[in-house]
């Protein structure tokens, strides 16, 4: 039998942590914390995804994320939030954002693909992430809202100089 897989599970609405911790396979090791502050205390080198809220009292769920991506070890970081995307995700060093309610199927996918990520050097693991939430603000924001937008301009660059699409964030899972 293989080790479990570890996942913290960050979200001041309690109601979240127990949907998330239900909807996981028996195999998952859910960590809960009901804010920032306590999730980023939990995770550790044994943790290996995180489920982060992005409001939330004492740390915000930005904050979290950029902490635990100075860290040697980073846990795959998948960001669910009631806020709507918009191009400021762009600079959130997450490797996924979805927008509260996501449903079962898709948080297990995402959560999977994050995952498999982890595995790639840095720089690869980096863009991908990039280019997953390029996708997701491309789907969420007014193209005249993103063509005026220096962040968007600038992912959209740093992917083309890389050669990576958003098609390879899925690609690669």
């Given at each position: 039998m293989g080790k479990s897989t570890?996942?913290?599970?960050?979200?001041?609405?309690?109601?979240?942590?127990?949907?998330?911790?239900?909807?996981?396979?028996?195999?998952?090791?859910?960590?809960?914390?009901?804010?920032?502050?306590?999730?980023?205390?939990?995770?550790?080198?044994?943790?290996?995804?995180?489920?982060?809220?992005?409001?939330?009292?004492?740390?915000?769920?930005?904050?979290?994320?950029?902490?635990?991506?100075?860290?040697?070890?980073?846990?795959?970081?998948?960001?669910?939030?009631?806020?709507?995307?918009?191009?400021?995700?762009l600079d959130i060093p997450v490797d996924s954002y979805l927008r509260k309610p996501a449903d079962r199927d898709t948080l297990l996918s995402v959560l999977s693909t994050v995952r498999t990520r982890c595995e790639y050097e840095a720089q690869r693991r980096e863009l991908l992430g990039l280019a997953d939430r390029r996708a997701t603000v491309a789907d969420a924001v007014r193209a005249t809202a993103l063509a005026e937008s220096d962040a968007y301009r600038r992912a959209v660059e740093r992917l083309e100089q890389h050669d990576v699409s958003p098609a390879d964030a899925v690609s690669e899972s």
């Open positions: 570890s996942v913290a599970v960050i979200d001041d609405d309690e109601d979240y942590r127990q949907l998330y911790k239900l909807w996981l396979p028996a195999e998952y090791e859910v960590i809960e914390a009901g804010d920032g502050r306590t999730g980023l205390q939990c995770v550790d080198d044994s943790v290996d995804a995180v489920l982060l809220d992005r409001q939330m009292p004492e740390l915000s769920g930005e904050t979290v994320a950029e902490k635990l991506r100075q860290r040697s070890v980073t846990p795959a970081v998948v960001m669910i939030s009631s806020v709507k995307p918009d191009v400021d995700i």
